[in-house]
C-alpha cells in the first residue's frame, strides 16, 4: 500500500512567506483529520541543546501551533528529559533551555511547555506492546494522556540509528529515561587510548558513572555502562566509538518498539513533520552544531510516520554532498550520505522493523505542494 506525503521545497514569495506556506502543507497533508474540538494535542520537538543551533526555528513551530488552535484543538509544546547528564535532563533546566532557545509562552502563541516525564523523567506510563525485544514500554506519561499528537522532527544523521527523523523523535524523544535506558543498555562502547587526550568530557557527562580517568586516559566499566552513547558524542577527538554489532539491530527495534507504545493509543490521531533542513551529521543534543552535509531540501508532512522517514532520507540521498564537512565519501546524488557518515550503521533496519510490527510503510506518493506565484 502507498501512502502520500507532501512535500513543500523553501522557495517563498511575496505572495506567500515560508510559514504561511508551511501552514498550507500541513492542512493539505490532512492535520485537521486527527483533530477535534479541545483536543489536547501533544506537538512533539527538539527544543535544542544549549548552544546548539541547527533545531527547528521557532517561527516555524508557531505557525504549526497557530495551525492546530484554527481546528480549536489545544496545543502544548513537549519532549521527554534526556537519559545524558545536560541542560535537558530535569524538567526545570529543560524549560529554562526551551525558553533561551526561543520557545516561550509567548513566542508560541501562548502555548504552554509541559516536559513528557515529569520533574526528572519518573513520570511514565506502563503500555504493553508483546514485540520482539520488549513485551512492554515506559513512555512519558503526558504523550500516551493527550488526545492527540504532532512529531514534528528535524531530519539530520544520528550515531547510533543513521540518521534521526520521525520515527526517533517519537520512540526516543517520548520515553521515559527507564524507557531510554532500556532502548541503549545493549550498546556499549569503546575507547582509543592511544588517540585519547584525557579531557575528562566523557567522565564528566556519563550519567552512569561508568568512566574515569587512569593515567590521564579514559578507561571504561563494561560493568556500570549504560549504552546511552553520550560519551561518543562528547569526545572532542572522536576517541569513544560504538563496539558495531549484533546490538545495534536490537537497539533500532527497541526504539522502533517504543515508537509502537506511543502510537497505540494514537491512531487516526498522529500526525508528522519533518524538516529538512540544517542536516547535520549528528543530533540537536549537542551543545554545538557542524556544518550541514547537503543543502536545505524542504519540509514534509504525513500520517504515516515510516513513510515520511523513507522519503526525508530518499531526499537527502539524491543532493549532492556540500565540500569541507565531515562527511568524505558517498558525496554523489544518489549515493547514501547516512552510510557515508556512519558505514557500520544499516539505518534501513529501522524501517523494514516499523514496517514490519504495522507502524506503516516504506512506499510513498511524494506530493508536491506548488510555490504560488508572484502578485502582479
Given at each position: 500500500m502507498t501512502v502520500d506525503v507532501f512535500f513543500m521545497d523553501l522557495e517563498a514569495t511575496s505572495r506567500e512567506?515560508?510559514?504561511?506556506?508551511?501552514?498550507?502543507?500541513?492542512?493539505?497533508?490532512?492535520?485537521?483529520?486527527?483533530?477535534?474540538?479541545?483536543?489536547?494535542?501533544?506537538?512533539?520537538?527538539?527544543?535544542?541543546?544549549?548552544?546548539?543551533?541547527?533545531?527547528?526555528?521557532?517561527?516555524?513551530?508557531?505557525?504549526?501551533?497557530?495551525?492546530?488552535?484554527?481546528?480549536?484543538?489545544?496545543?502544548?509544546?513537549?519532549?521527554?528529559?534526556?537519559?545524558?547528564?545536560g541542560a535537558r535532563s530535569n524538567s526545570v533546566s529543560h524549560i529554562h533551555t526551551a525558553i533561551e532557545n526561543g520557545f516561550s509562552y509567548s513566542s508560541m502563541d501562548s502555548t504552554p511547555i509541559i516536559i513528557g516525564d515529569g520533574l526528572r523523567g519518573k513520570n511514565e506510563t506502563k503500555v504493553e506492546v508483546d514485540q520482539k525485544n520488549c513485551k512492554h514500554v515506559y513512555i512519558g506519561s503526558e504523550a500516551i494522556d493527550a488526545n492527540a499528537l504532532v512529531s514534528v522532527a528535524h531530519f539530520k544523521g544520528h550515531a547510533l540509528s543513521g540518521f534521526g527523523g520521525t520515527l526517533k523523535n517519537i520512540g526516543m524523544g517520548c520515553a521515559s529515561r527507564r524507557g531510554k535506558l532500556d532502548m541503549h543498555s545493549n550498546v556499549s562502547p569503546k575507547i582509543k587510548r592511544k588517540t585519547c587526550i584525557g579531557c575528562a568530557e566523557c567522565e564528566k557527562h556519563c550519567p552512569a558513572g561508568a568512566i574515569h580517568l587512569e593515567e590521564k586516559k579514559a578507561y571504561l566499566d563494561k560493568n556500570k555502562c549504560i549504552g546511552c552513547a553520550e560519551c561518543i558524542v562528547r569526545c572532542p577527538t572522536e576517541s569513544v566509538n560504538i563496539n558495531w554489532n549484533q546490538t545495534v539491530p536490537v537497539f533500532l527495534e527497541k526504539m522502533m518498539e517504543h515508537t509502537f507504545g506511543v502510537l497505540k493509543n494514537k491512531e487516526k490521531k498522529a500526525f508528522f513533520i519533518n524538516f529538512i533542513t540544517d542536516i547535520t551529521p549528528k543530533c540537536d543534543c549537542l551543545s554545538y552544531s557542524e556544518s550541514p552535509i547537503v543543502n536545505n531540501v524542504g519540509v514534509l508532512a504525513s500520517i504515516d510516520p515510516v513513510a515520511i522517514d523513507q522519503a526525508s532520507a530518499d531526499l537527502v540521498n539524491q543532493q549532492k554532498a556540500l565540500p569541507g564537512t565531515v562527511l568524505e565519501t558517498n558525496l554523489n546524488p544518489g549515493e547514501d550520505k547516512f552510510k557515508g557518515l556512519y558505514?557500520?550503521?544499516?539505518?534501513?533496519?529501522?524501517?523494514?522493523?516499523?514496517?514490519?510490527?504495522?507502524?506503516?510503510?516504506?512506499?510513498?506518493?511524494?506530493?508536491?505542494?506548488?510555490?504560488?506565484?508572484?502578485?502582479?
Amino acid at each position: 500500500m502507498t501512502v502520500d506525503v507532501f512535500f513543500m521545497d523553501l522557495e517563498a514569495t511575496s505572495r506567500e512567506n515560508l510559514p504561511q506556506k508551511l501552514s498550507r502543507l500541513v492542512k493539505r497533508a490532512g492535520i485537521k483529520n486527527i483533530l477535534k474540538e479541545n483536543d489536547l494535542t501533544a506537538v512533539k520537538i527538539h527544543f535544542g541543546e544549549q548552544g546548539n543551533t541547527a533545531y527547528i526555528r521557532p517561527v516555524f513551530i508557531r505557525k504549526i501551533i497557530q495551525t492546530i488552535k484554527k481546528y480549536k484543538a489545544d496545543p502544548f509544546l513537549t519532549d521527554a528529559n534526556t537519559l545524558y547528564v545536560g541542560a535537558r535532563s530535569n524538567s526545570v533546566s529543560h524549560i529554562h533551555t526551551a525558553i533561551e532557545n526561543g520557545f516561550s509562552y509567548s513566542s508560541m502563541d501562548s502555548t504552554p511547555i509541559i516536559i513528557g516525564d515529569g520533574l526528572r523523567g519518573k513520570n511514565e506510563t506502563k503500555v504493553e506492546v508483546d514485540q520482539k525485544n520488549c513485551k512492554h514500554v515506559y513512555i512519558g506519561s503526558e504523550a500516551i494522556d493527550a488526545n492527540a499528537l504532532v512529531s514534528v522532527a528535524h531530519f539530520k544523521g544520528h550515531a547510533l540509528s543513521g540518521f534521526g527523523g520521525t520515527l526517533k523523535n517519537i520512540g526516543m524523544g517520548c520515553a521515559s529515561r527507564r524507557g531510554k535506558l532500556d532502548m541503549h543498555s545493549n550498546v556499549s562502547p569503546k575507547i582509543k587510548r592511544k588517540t585519547c587526550i584525557g579531557c575528562a568530557e566523557c567522565e564528566k557527562h556519563c550519567p552512569a558513572g561508568a568512566i574515569h580517568l587512569e593515567e590521564k586516559k579514559a578507561y571504561l566499566d563494561k560493568n556500570k555502562c549504560i549504552g546511552c552513547a553520550e560519551c561518543i558524542v562528547r569526545c572532542p577527538t572522536e576517541s569513544v566509538n560504538i563496539n558495531w554489532n549484533q546490538t545495534v539491530p536490537v537497539f533500532l527495534e527497541k526504539m522502533m518498539e517504543h515508537t509502537f507504545g506511543v502510537l497505540k493509543n494514537k491512531e487516526k490521531k498522529a500526525f508528522f513533520i519533518n524538516f529538512i533542513t540544517d542536516i547535520t551529521p549528528k543530533c540537536d543534543c549537542l551543545s554545538y552544531s557542524e556544518s550541514p552535509i547537503v543543502n536545505n531540501v524542504g519540509v514534509l508532512a504525513s500520517i504515516d510516520p515510516v513513510a515520511i522517514d523513507q522519503a526525508s532520507a530518499d531526499l537527502v540521498n539524491q543532493q549532492k554532498a556540500l565540500p569541507g564537512t565531515v562527511l568524505e565519501t558517498n558525496l554523489n546524488p544518489g549515493e547514501d550520505k547516512f552510510k557515508g557518515l556512519y558505514p557500520s550503521v544499516d539505518w534501513e533496519h529501522q524501517l523494514d522493523y516499523a514496517q514490519k510490527i504495522g507502524l506503516g510503510t516504506r512506499e510513498y506518493n511524494l506530493v508536491k505542494l506548488k510555490t504560488l506565484s508572484y502578485k502582479k
